[in-house]
Every structure is written in C-alpha cells, then in structure tokens.
C-alpha cells in the first residue's frame, strides 16, 4: 500500500471554530489519519500531519482547503510567520512504498486539480518545482502576500497554474514534493543567545556546517535558556546524532552544555534507529529487526 | 486487533528438510507472520519468532508442532543447549492490545489443547506458572530430557498437564507468558575471556549488578575478541544504555573498550527509541510522534 504523509499549513492560528472546521475532513476521511495539528498564535497559522493513500488525502485536502479559503482573508490575515495565502503550504512527503517521484506528479496534478476547484494561484515548490529558482519556498514568498499581490504580475513571478493575479482573499499556495523534514532542538545552559546564534551559524549549511541543516539561534527567556531551532531537510544523509554531536563540540568552546533537546511534532522512525545505532555502536543492525516495524509491513501486506 | 509474539524452540537445528516442514503453518498461516527464525547447527535447536492474532498463532503453533514431532525423536537428539522435548519450549509475548494476564490465561488453554492433540505433557513456566518452583525454565529442565525422563514419575517433577511420563520420542514442551526478551551482546577489544566474565558477573542480576539482566562471558576467537553475552529479561525496568553504559565503565577497569554492540533477533521499538531519548537528551519525547508507530495504529483501527 502506498503511503504518505502531507503536512499542509493554513494562515489560521487564532479562531479554534476555524481550526477545527479546516481540520475536520481530516479527522473524518476513510484513509487518511490526522496525526498532529499545531495552531501558533502568535504566527497566526496552524501546522497539519496527516498520513494516508494519495486518493484519501488529497480529497481531504482539498475540502479542508475550501473550509479554510471560505473562512480566511488575507486582506486582514496577520501573524509573525512568511505567508503567501490562507491555504499557504502543501508538501507531499513519500513514506512507504512511494517513490519521490511519484510525490512530484501527484503534487503537480493536485496542483492543477486543486487551481481548478478553488481558483486560487499556484506555485510549484522543492522537488516539484518547475523553474529552478522556485526550489526553495524563500524565492516564492518573497515580500509576502502583501508583495507578490504586485509583484505576480511580473513574468518572473508569475504562478506556474492560473492568471498571473492572487486570489482576492485566498492569495496563492504553494505545492510541492520533499522529504521528511525534522524539527529538532537544541537547549543550552546559557542565557546568552549570542551563544546560540553563534552555534546555529556553525552548525547551518548556510553558514558552512552540515548539509540539509537550518537553524536559528533564539533566546527561551522564560526558562533562562537558549534554542538551536533547527529543520534537518534530508536526515538520511545528516543524522540527528551528527548534528547534536556538533553543537556540543562547539558549545564546549563557551563553556556551556546541552541541557535538553525536542524534536518537534512527527519523526521517522529510521531517523532515532540510526542515532540509537550510533550511540550504541550497534554493528549491523537492521530496522527488520524492530518488531513494530514488522507488524507495519504485516499490515501493509493486508490492505495491498 | 489483539497482536502477540511467540518464540517457539524447536529440537531441530541441523535438517534443513525437517526446518522448512516445521516453519511451513507460520508462512502460510493467515493473520500470522514469521518474523524470523534461527536453526543452530551446534545447539540443534531453532527458534521462531512469530507475531499475530491470537487464534491464528495457536492454530499455526499446533500444525507445526505436529510436523516437529513427527520428525525429532529425542531419544537420539544431541544437541549443546538445554532441551526437555521436540517442541522444547513456547512462550506467548504480549505486544499489543493484549495484557500480560491475557497472554497467561492464553498459554494455560494452549498448553491443554496441546496435550490432548499430542500426547505431550506439559510444563507452565514464567508468568504462567502453576507452581513457584517452576517459574524459571532452568528448575523445570533441570537434568535435561534424559534425567526427567526418569524423574517425572516424582511428584515434585510432574507435568502440569497429562501423565506423569514423557512422550516417548517427543518429550515433554514448556508453555508459558513472559515479557519480550532482548538478546544484547556487548563485544570488547581484547582476547582475554576472563575480563569478558568479569564483567558479566558484574552487570547481571546473580552476580548482585542490574536486576532483569543475565549474561555470560565468552571468546570470540575468530575475531580475537570476548564477548558479553546477555538476555535483557525486562527492557522497560532496566533500560539498554544502562546495561551498555555499566560495561563501559567496568570495562575502563581493564583499559578495555566496547568494539561494537550486536541486537540478535527481534527488539521492540519501546527499547530503541528509549535508549535514543537518553543519548540525545530528548526531552519529553512520546512514541507517539514516530510516524511509523502511527501508522501501525491506524492500520489496528482498521483490522478491529
């Protein structure tokens, strides 16, 4: 059976008879399971998983996508996270049985389903994108709402589906194809986030660190602490382990040790099982051996 | 849906013929899968791993059992492990939606149905014990086939269930419910066998070291390595990085260190994942958030 995961985010984090309405399909569609829904307040925007086949999900998506353009004007819409329109985000990620590949033409052809029944501009992002400079969500946010209402006329910012005009209260989303993408944390024992700026900046690609790896230093005043907030892009090929490994290596240079990490919402089990293995020097270790993961196949097998 | 593992031991590590006929009900059986299973030349033993609903278990287990001894005649058996019969040992795991007791009233109702379709008398061992005594294995097959063979007609060594005598070329089979075991071997840099023993006298429970574990020490010759070789007994009482990070320190003792870990066989993924939240400091992390143990959820809805 073929599975993804679709992680859509909606500029909605206030009104909880708004986030419910959106996350309803979700919740009620025979094929697709909703495993977290995150509402920020303060970005103003609510973070979706779901899991499913590609037939459940994208008919899930697309209404919980027309509950959430009924109910959100971007005209009025403010909060403190990047934002191109009130259905902003919608990335498909393989997890089993799915090709990347795959992910990019069902991205494309919702993409174009979803221009149909909505009206609402498209722009086609990472492993979907179809103009190079479009793969990173950067590029296509650029100024925001607020910017490319203007800016959309301009060819090269023109949507890859619909007339090169937003919604007029919707905007434009964004669709694409990626990998899992890991929220993970660092905490350190410092009220100085110099520190933690510092660190992020050694530990980022950006900043000449590790491949696949974001992050921001940030200050958790409340607690006294300070944050490495980082997204790893690809943790196939750098592992949580290396990066946490790192940040205490640099962290020793100011005299400050890891209090706590998080990983933030979902995580693909590999990503643990290969860090597991790491600490434990486990040699060959092989994820057929984890009994659950074996009941998943078992079960699988069953729906094929 | 109610899911349990169970390891049945088998007499029979050396015809490949008699292997294959022996596994054949856990492949074809529906609603049980075969997970993985080990013939051993010099224990000329096997043991299974299988996982499933209840009733497809049982009724795998009894074919297959009527396959083994059919085949193994115990009065010409050799072997390096201890065994009392042809099915020599069976107990029921619980892994999910089942309780312990569950799996304890499970293996008693088995263990008769299985005497009245064999003839084997049987022993309640573990958590289905009936008599204090014969909680542990080793007090049942104590002596081994030969010795009981003669003994069984004491009253303090008859079978729980049938007549005080052995099958005559089947033996006697140990039933029971216990909690899933890790097979955990820690191998260290140095020839010498006595640090190997040393420090699994200092790790295991007998030797006054970690409840829940017990261990061996032994040389891997080929390899110019020893090895600490170890049943973790209760994973959720004494968790991998203690036993492992015991090692480690009792190791510097002898200026040894760990060359590598090896999981054998099947592992839950509660014991991985656990081990990963102490080496990365994961704060409040829940199983919950690994997108696989998700799935196999949803897809448990979907069977119940």
């Known amino acids: ?107 494309r052809r919702f993409g174009y389903r979803y221009h149909g029944d909505t009206g609402v501009p498209v722009y086609f992002y990472e492993d979907a994108a179809l103009r190079l400079e479009r793969k990173g969500l950067e590029a296509i946010r650029k100024g925001q709402y607020e910017v490319l209402k203007v800016e959309i006329t301009n060819p090269e910012r023109h949507p890859d589906v619909g007339e090169p005009k ?35 900046k050694a530990v980022r690609s950006s900043g000449g660190g590790l491949c696949h790896v974001k992050g921001i230093g940030l200050a958790l005043e409340s607690r006294g602490l300070v944050q490495v907030s980082m997204n790893i892009v690809d943790y196939e090929r750098n592992s949580l382990y290396r990066v946490l490994e790192l940040i205490r290596m640099e962290a020793r240079k100011w005299g400050v040790t890891v209090v706590e990490t998080e990983v933030y919402g979902m995580i693909p089990a590999a990503a643990l099982l290969d860090s597991a293995s790491y600490y434990m020097q486990i040699a060959g270790f092989d994820p057929d051996q984890v009994i659950e993961l074996r009941l998943l196949e078992m079960l699988e097998d069953k729906e094929a």
């Not at 103003?44 to 459940?56: H, I, K, Q, T, Y």
């Not at 008919?59 to 971007?74: G, Q, R, T």
């Not at 669709?175 to 929220?183: E, H, P, T």
């Open 1 to 107: 059976m073929k599975i993804l995961e679709c992680v859509p985010n909606f500029s909605e984090g206030r009104r909880p008879d708004v986030i419910e309405a959106i996350v309803k399909p979700f919740r009620e569609r025979k094929g697709c399971a909703l495993l977290d829904y995150r509402a920020d307040k303060d970005h103003n925007r609510m973070v979706v998983s779901l899991v499913g086949a590609p037939d459940p999900i994208q008919e899930a998506l697309l209404e919980a996508s027309k509950v959430a353009i009924s109910h959100i004007d971007m005209e009025h819409h403010q909060g403190g996270h990047p934002r191109v329109g009130a259905v902003d985000v919608i990335p498909f990620v393989p997890l089993r049985n799915i090709s990347m590949e795959e992910c990019v033409e069902l991205a």
């Open 166 to 200: 937003l919604h007029p209260s919707a905007g434009a989303t964004v669709i694409g194809a990626r990998k899992a993408l890991i929220a993970f944390n660092v905490n350190l024992g410092t009220a100085d986030v110099e520190v933690a700026r510092e660190i992020a």
